[in-house]
């Protein structure tokens, strides 16, 4: 697309726009430059790549002072500029010391001039010790601070740019950039190599050289090392300042070295004639136009985003490439006189021509006379392709040229998504040329997404072959559970994500497949009745859990829509997983006897329309995150007169008439209880299927006691317990006692502290009681009265005999834990019966099939068949049961806690 002409010329437009504003102009800056790509990168193209730790050598050299100002000599000691002083400098660069200019010093770092036999050398105080042993021995002849140096004059290094002494060079100056971290505190300075070095020179008279060619190689002007490139003359330039006595140390250092984003080649800071746009000059809007953008997540507006465009620069544009978007400029041979064009219009009407084709091959030809004389010749660079990228918006439509009205009625743009490090490449560009043209944001919503690693958390590697291969993925788990993992993830919230085959595994497990089991029940059932459900609608619904689920449900969908408005999906994924749960392990789960039973009542048609309308509900949301599976369930629910596919249907629409906040409320409570006995029966091993005595309840809050007495049924059922019993006081189940608060009263008693804590734990029950009730007890400590409460004390609940308590915020639940015979011999028959669900599953049979049992087990087994027949018949549609003292060969074994069914079944 953008090298279609018509994008293209759009991109021309941009650019006179932004030159006919005055923000476009020519300059010399220090830029980071690939000499592999033999071009210059912009600021933000600079984090693109980023940086590598590489090693380089890292060197100490002397500089002879020549000069001194009147001011510093007459309050020296010493005559500095006797041939036998020195500045000693320290750099990671070598290969930039032919170009040295300058030396830099800190205005407030404390300098040195240390004393060594005939010779002296200046340097900061605090970076002796990484240059002498024992720096507390050394002989210093002063101390002063860097800005009394200013202006020592010292002789170059090399002689190649001698001259320039002539025109202010080779001083020392005054730069703020300068530390004592590492190297000496004074800092070699080359201005047309470093952006520092390049500052803190500007202005002062002294010209900025830069020897090297396209390919950072030394040109003849360092006739020495003419054509070497640069890194490679690193070794020679060492070994001669070692010869000529100016290196006084060398080592190798391990730092952050910034790399080319195309090639991954070290960068080199160079100064370079380029292009730029003057973004600092609309700054203001930039800023203004990023609070108009709502950014997920939020703290990029004002993070990494906000603070990158707080510290805008001017932005380099052009580059010198042969392929890309010619710059539109046109410049006078003879006169200089420059022309930016905007338009293919524009450059017929100045030339006569008119390209078909606007690439460099073809409009590089296109010349015409100057008004002096000379010939209008373009430019030889092309843009930058994040200019083209950031153009986007506009370049795409050919605007201004075409489509004008349907560009300006769309922008801008409702969303955009990309990574991370697009804070500080499109994300940029983009706001940068919306702000410079239209003073608007280019987007309004972005979603900004990390980065996925490997397992390990190392960047995934074709090389390293360190992750699966995306195909394999899907074909194993399918494309919704690969696309429901990342997009409930760290990466939507632009944090990192260590992808991992098994997350991919536990969504399609945890979410895919409970969707499917639960529109396979409802199929499953719906076609053994021949039920074609139809709508439910409000208020219909008579059965406590339809009302119940269907207003979940409404909840469902209304903080589904809530988070995709506000564009955080995983916040609006999780309450669809919470409905999924609830669907499969609470509503499914408690209705199934209601699709079970034979006769079609008014009750079992209640519950086809309140899953079907469950399940049309849960696709439509489900759509845009997990789209096969959705499709696929749509497919065969949908009527004729709906549309062909789920994804052309319209967003379900929010009906508050189905919801009961009440009744979600008692539901939560109810659940939270049932969860609550649950972790009591894993924690004391009490599997769910053996029966208990009872479960005792206490609430200090009335509403829930209610609710919870109400939903006694669902208490009974889901808990696998006789009755549920409601206590009033917590001591019914447990025995309190407490001990001494150390860490708070041992503050406030000292001394004291042992005959408080006697006291403490001497106090009786009546005591205990008030202060486990938030109230206190007074006891009295070396005649004094002390107050004791929850804060001073620790209170310990022991269970009373057969019980197992767990307490959470205003409920406390006990288990009885005492198994009576009858008690345990229906848990074997719950056993049996769930072994024999699992038999006819894996024997093929279908849901309405009879079949006949047999089976066998010691005396106590059947014992306990003798006592639940009937209901061991009913559950699993046995229509004859056998019992055999020797089971067949082919019997299956069933555990049954300590004891073993066989059986066999089949179909009658």
Same mark, same amino acid.
């Given at each position: 697309k953008t090298m279609e002409p018509d994008y293209m010329e759009s991109i021309w437009w941009v650019m006179k726009s932004l030159w006919d504003k005055g923000l476009v102009y020519e300059g010399h800056y220090i830029l980071p430059y690939c000499p592999r790509c033999s071009t210059v990168l912009s600021n933000h193209e600079l984090q693109l790549g980023g940086y590598k730790d590489v090693h380089d050598p890292g060197i100490t050299t002397r500089f002879k002072i020549v000069g001194v100002p009147e001011a510093l000599a007459a309050s020296s000691s010493v005559d500095l500029a006797d041939g036998s002083s020195y500045l000693v400098a320290w750099t990671t660069t070598p290969w930039t010391l032919p170009s040295n200019l300058a030396l830099a010093l800190g205005p407030d770092i404390e300098y040195v001039c240390v004393v060594e036999g005939n010779e002296r050398y200046i340097l900061a105080e605090s970076r002796l010790s990484s240059y002498y042993k024992k720096p507390e021995t050394l002989v210093l002849a002063w101390r002063k601070k860097g800005s009394e140096l200013a202006g020592l004059r010292y002789e170059p290094l090399f002689p190649y740019f001698a001259d320039m002494a002539e025109k202010g060079a080779f001083v020392a100056v005054i730069g703020d950039h300068v530390s004592t971290e590492d190297g000496t505190g004074i800092v070699h300075t080359a201005p047309g190599f470093g952006e520092e070095d390049y500052r803190v020179l500007k202005g002062t008279g002294i010209p900025t050289v830069c020897p090297i060619d396209a390919e950072c190689k030394f040109t003849a002007e360092v006739a020495d090392y003419q054509g070497v490139f640069v890194k490679d003359a690193d070794k020679p330039i060492l070994e001669r300042l070692k010869a000529e006595g100016k290196l006084i140390k060398r080592e190798q250092i391990l730092h952050a070295y910034p790399h080319?984003?195309?090639?991954?080649?070290?960068?080199?800071?160079?100064?370079?004639?380029?292009? #730029?746009?003057?973004?600092?000059?609309?700054?203001?809007?930039?800023?203004?136009?990023? +609070?108009?953008?709502?950014?997920?997540?939020?703290?990029?507006? /004002?993070?990494?985003? $906000?603070?990158?465009?707080?510290?805008?620069? +001017?932005?380099?544009?052009?580059?010198?490439?042969?392929?890309?978007?010619?710059?539109?400029?046109?410049?006078?041979?003879?006169?200089? /006189?420059?022309?930016?064009?905007?338009?293919?219009?524009?450059?017929?009407?100045?030339? $006569?021509?008119?390209?078909?084709?606007?690439?460099?091959?073809?409009?590089?030809?296109?010349?015409?006379?100057?008004?002096? $004389?000379?010939?209008?010749?373009?430019?030889?660079?092309?843009?930058? =392709?994040? #200019?083209?990228?950031?153009?986007?918006?506009?370049?795409?439509? /050919?605007?201004?040229?075409?489509?004008?009205?349907? #560009?300006?009625?769309?922008?801008?743009?409702?969303?955009?998504?990309?990574?991370?490090?697009?804070?500080?490449?499109?994300?940029?560009?983009?706001?940068?040329?919306?702000?410079?043209?239209?003073? %608007?944001?280019?987007?309004?919503?972005?979603?900004?997404?990390?980065?996925?690693?490997?397992?390990?958390?190392?960047?995934?590697?074709?090389?390293?072959?360190?992750?699966?291969?995306?195909?394999? !993925?899907?074909?194993?788990?399918?494309?919704?559970?690969? *696309?429901?993992?990342?997009?409930?993830?760290?990466?939507?919230?632009?944090?990192?994500? =260590?992808?991992?085959?098994?997350?991919?595994?536990?969504?399609?497990?945890?979410?895919?497949?409970?969707?499917?089991?639960?529109?396979?029940?409802?199929?499953?059932?719906?076609?053994?009745?021949?039920?074609?459900?139809?709508?439910?609608?409000?208020?219909?619904?008579?059965?406590?859990?339809?009302?119940? !689920?269907?207003?979940?449900?409404?909840?469902?969908?209304?903080?589904?829509?809530?988070?995709?408005?506000?564009?955080?999906?995983? +916040?609006?994924?999780?309450?669809?997983?919470?409905?999924?749960?609830?669907?499969?392990?609470?509503? !499914?789960?408690?209705?199934?006897?209601?699709?079970?039973?034979?006769?079609?009542?008014?009750?079992?048609?209640?519950?086809?329309?309140?899953?079907?309308?469950?399940?049309?509900?849960?696709? /439509?949301?489900?759509?845009?995150?997990?789209?096969?599976?959705?499709?696929?369930?749509?497919?065969?629910?949908?009527?004729?007169?709906?549309?062909?596919?789920?994804?052309? =249907?319209?967003?379900?629409?929010?009906?508050?008439?189905?919801?009961?906040?009440?009744?979600?409320?008692?539901?939560?409570?109810?659940?939270?209880?049932?969860?609550?006995? *649950?972790?009591?029966?894993?924690?004391?091993?009490?599997?769910?299927?053996?029966?208990?005595?009872?479960?005792?309840?206490?609430?200090?809050?009335?509403?829930?006691?209610?609710?919870?007495?109400?939903?006694?049924?669902?208490? *009974? +059922?889901?808990?696998?317990?006789? %009755?549920?019993?409601?206590?009033?006081?917590?001591?019914?189940?447990?025995?309190?006692?407490?001990?001494?608060?150390f860490r708070v009263l041992g503050k406030r008693l000292g001394k004291d502290m042992k005959e408080a804590a006697a006291k403490i734990e001497a106090l009786p029950l009546s005591d205990i009681a008030k202060i486990v009730s938030g109230g206190f007890a007074r006891i009295e400590v070396a005649g004094a009265e002390v107050d004791v409460d929850q804060e001073t004390v620790e209170i310990r609940r022991n269970e009373k005999s057969g019980l197992k308590v767990l307490n959470e915020g205003t409920l406390t639940l006990a288990l009885d834990t005492v198994i009576t015979p009858s008690l345990l011999r229906e848990g074997y028959v719950r056993d049996l019966i769930r072994g024999v669900q699992n038999l006819r599953k894996e024997s093929g049979l279908e849901v309405t099939d009879r079949i006949t049992l047999v089976l066998g087990g010691d005396v106590e087994l059947k014992g306990a068949l003798d006592d639940f027949r009937e209901f061991v018949a009913s559950e699993t549609l046995a229509q004859e049961i056998v019992w055999m003292d020797s089971p067949s060969h082919d019997a299956v074994a069933i555990e049954a806690g300590e004891k073993t069914w066989a059986i066999s079944l089949a179909k009658r």
């Open positions: 080319c984003w195309r090639c991954e080649h070290p960068l080199i800071y160079r100064a370079v004639g380029s292009w #730029f746009v003057k973004v600092p000059e609309f700054k203001r809007n930039m800023l203004v136009a990023n +609070e108009k953008i709502r950014w997920v997540p939020a703290h990029i507006k /004002h993070g990494r985003f $906000g603070k990158w465009l707080e510290n805008a620069r +001017e932005w380099a544009i052009s580059r010198n490439r042969y392929w890309g978007n010619p710059l539109p400029i046109w410049k006078c041979d003879s006169c200089s /006189h420059t022309v930016c064009l905007g338009s293919r219009d524009e450059l017929e009407k100045f030339s $006569g021509v008119r390209p078909t084709d606007l690439h460099k091959h073809f409009v590089d030809k296109i010349t015409w006379k100057c008004d002096c $004389g000379g010939t209008m010749t373009r430019i030889p660079e092309v843009l930058d =392709c994040w #200019f083209e990228s950031g153009a986007m918006p506009y370049a795409q439509s /050919h605007y201004p040229f075409r489509n004008k009205e349907k #560009f300006e009625a769309n922008y801008p743009a409702d969303f955009i998504s990309e990574s991370l490090d697009q804070t500080r490449g499109w994300f940029y560009t983009l706001t940068v040329l919306a702000a410079a043209l239209f003073d %608007s944001p280019a987007f309004q919503n972005c979603i900004v997404s990390g980065m996925v690693l490997a397992a390990d958390g190392k960047k995934m590697s074709k090389s390293q072959r360190n992750y699966t291969d995306p195909n394999q !993925i899907m074909d194993k788990f399918g494309a919704d559970a690969l *696309r429901l993992y990342l997009m409930n993830s760290p990466v939507l919230k632009a944090d990192d994500l =260590c992808f991992t085959d098994e997350g991919v595994r536990e969504v399609l497990k945890s979410v895919i497949l409970p969707i499917w089991n639960a529109y396979g029940f409802f199929v499953t059932y719906a076609n053994i009745d021949g039920v074609i459900p139809k709508e439910i609608t409000p208020g219909e619904a008579t059965n406590t859990l339809d009302q119940w !689920i269907l207003s979940v449900c409404e909840r469902m969908l209304e903080q589904v829509t809530a988070g995709l408005e506000a564009y955080e999906l995983p +916040e609006a994924i999780a309450p669809m997983i919470d409905f999924i749960d609830s669907l499969n392990n609470w509503y !499914i789960r408690r209705s199934r006897r209601r699709f079970w039973k034979s006769e079609n009542d008014a009750d079992k048609m209640e519950a086809y329309k309140t899953l079907h309308h469950l399940l049309q509900r849960l696709i /439509h949301v489900a759509a845009p995150f997990m789209p096969f599976i959705a499709e696929a369930i749509y497919q065969n629910l949908k009527q004729d007169s709906e549309p062909d596919s789920i994804h052309l =249907c319209a967003w379900p629409e929010y009906n508050r008439a189905f919801r009961d906040l009440a009744l979600e409320r008692d539901m939560d409570s109810v659940r939270h209880a049932v969860s609550m006995g *649950r972790a009591l029966r894993v924690s004391n091993d009490l599997k769910i299927r053996q029966p208990l005595a009872a479960v005792q309840i206490v609430t200090k809050v009335a509403e829930e006691k209610q609710v919870l007495a109400r939903m006694e049924e669902i208490l *009974r +059922e889901e808990l696998n317990v006789k %009755s549920v019993l409601f206590r009033e006081n917590e001591e019914d189940l447990v025995e309190y006692s407490i001990k001494a608060n």
